[in-house]
């Protein structure tokens, strides 16, 4: 797997030699050799489940932090447009929140998404990990306000995408708990009810005060009808252009130019700004071999996350539970399965982006988004020895 993430970075010899224009792609591959960067640093130090959650703390706090400027910003951008009598949002949602200088909407929303296992990794260390009592209580709950900051911001993002994703996000972490038995069905169950009904909690009362937030997830506006037309038409031509150079493809960055330049005369070229999926970006800029490396990443990453979890935990049967060695063992269960529960935070983090990504392409475009994906890649594999 480790061979896998360095293969990407040296990819980019190759791509950059094959570009068919070489000053974009330059971009791209400083991109990706300093977000590698990370995935090696967490790999190489970050093994423990509390150096862990020290992390994902920090970059949860950080998150929410941004959350609450995200959603003070929509706030205060729909005022003008409430004061005039439009309450229609979906059709200005480009707009509503503002992204760091440089960036686009959607874009900032990948970060928002990208950041949400981390919060919720944090939380469940501490539900898993820590004693019974008011002080674990508060301690949890103050560990989800950041969780509820940032699912408050992407209920905000007007985009079926990035919401369904965030739906996708609580579901995938409870039913992997589940599935590798860190807690028992029923909590399971009702971990995922209370994560759902929290979320629809948050979308009611942002509904309360922006009636158009629950249609712009429920209907189908005209933006939307175009926006998904506007796609697949991209997805056709970038198809198309792929057959010309399937072993290398085009060059990173280069897909917004070709589609741009391959437009017929009267054809609408202001969404061809970039392949707005992320499977379709990396095979017609990366081509097959690239497609095929990427994916082998993604597969692997799973494999080692899925024989991490299933690693047996510490035998505690024949052993008097008020014994020094039964506490001892008891305490080292009880942190392999906090462990255990963040990971699976972070593995749903990487499914509900890349669920994302299907009908968007931003994790390639910045530094900051390309190195947090790889560090929940290297936190989903992370040994946890105690």
Not at 303 to 330: C, I, K, Q, V, Y
């Amino acid at each position: 797997m480790d061979s896998a993430a360095l293969l990407i970075f040296a990819l980019e010899i190759p791509s950059l030699l094959s570009s068919q224009y070489r000053a974009n792609s330059v971009g791209t591959s400083e991109i990706i050799g300093i977000a590698v960067l990370p995935y090696v640093v967490v790999r190489l130090m970050v093994r423990k489940p509390v150096q862990t959650a020290w992390l994902t703390g920090l970059l949860g706090l950080g998150a929410s932090l941004l959350a609450c400027f995200g959603i003070r910003q929509f706030e205060i951008d729909t005022e003008p447009l409430a004061n005039v009598g439009l309450t229609d949002f979906v059709s200005f949602r480009s707009r509503l929140i503002h992204p760091i200088r440089g960036w686009v909407p959607g874009e900032c929303f990948t970060v928002f998404l990208l950041t949400l296992p981390f919060a919720c990794a944090a939380a469940v260390y501490l539900w898993r990990k820590g004693s019974k009592g008011k002080g674990k209580t508060v301690s949890v709950v103050l560990t989800l306000m950041p969780v509820a900051l940032l699912a408050g911001a992407l209920s905000l993002s007007l985009s079926r995408a990035v919401f369904w994703s965030t739906v996708l996000f609580f579901s995938t972490a409870c039913g992997l708990m589940a599935v590798y038995q860190i807690v028992a069905l029923r909590t399971c169950a009702l971990l995922l009810v209370g994560a759902l009904g929290g979320l629809l909690v948050i979308l009611v009362c942002e509904s309360a005060l922006y009636p158009d937030i629950f249609k712009a997830y429920a209907g189908s506006h005209t933006s939307q009808v175009r926006s998904t037309q506007g796609r697949l038409n991209i997805w056709s031509r970038s198809l198309e252009l792929m057959r010309g150079h399937r072993l290398w493809g085009i060059g990173s960055a280069n897909t917004a130019l070709f589609l741009t330049s391959s437009a017929d005369q009267g054809e609408t070229t202001g969404f061809a700004s970039r392949a707005f999926s992320l499977p379709i970006q990396v095979l017609v800029e990366k081509g097959i071999i690239g497609f095929a490396l990427y994916a082998a990443f993604l597969f692997l990453v799973g494999l080692e996350f899925h024989r991490g979890m299933r690693s047996s935990p510490s035998a505690t049967s024949g052993r008097n539970p008020r014994s020094p060695r039964g506490n001892e063992d008891r305490l080292r269960l009880r942190n392999e399965n906090a462990g255990k529960a963040m990971r699976c935070c972070f593995a749903a983090g990487i499914v509900a982006v890349l669920f994302r990504e299907l009908t968007y392409s931003s994790l390639l475009e910045h530094t900051l988004t390309l190195a947090i994906a790889f560090t929940l890649a290297a936190l989903v594999c992370a040994d946890d020895p105690v």
